[in-house]
């Protein structure tokens, strides 16, 4: 299994950006996929997750209300969608599929 994670740049405060995590090999439908971020001198941390068939999802309290997350089955992607971006979200971004497989991260910046 691979995961390809894409959709990262530069943005302003307030902005959103879409991150993809393109997978492939496996079952895709059989995973559950999360998103992961860590930023420069922190450690890594759960961002978002969403159940196999969608129909569940979670996210952390400190981005709750301003990003939301999707799958799609056949295309094997899972979406982070992410509004009003802050500074403080900048990090690189990881996904992961199922329990250990993890796809190379894409890095958001967020300037104020």
């Known amino acids: 299994v691979q995961l390809q994670a894409s959709g990262g740049g530069l943005v302003q405060a307030g902005d959103s950006l879409r991150l993809s995590c393109a997978v492939s090999?496996?079952?895709?439908?059989?995973?559950?996929v999360g998103w992961f971020r860590q930023a420069p001198g922190k450690e890594r941390e759960f961002v978002s997750a969403?159940?196999?068939?969608?129909?569940?999802?979670d996210f952390a309290d400190s981005v709750k209300g301003r990003f939301t997350i999707s799958r799609d089955n056949a295309r094997r992607t899972v979406f982070l969608h992410m509004n009003s971006l802050k500074p403080e979200d900048t990090a690189v971004y990881y996904c992961?599929?199922?329990?250990?497989?993890w796809g190379k991260g894409t890095l958001v910046t967020v300037s104020s």
């Open positions: 969403i159940s196999r068939s969608g129909g569940s999802t």
């Open positions: 090999g496996g079952t895709f439908s059989s995973y559950s």
């Open positions: 992961k599929a199922g329990l250990n497989f």
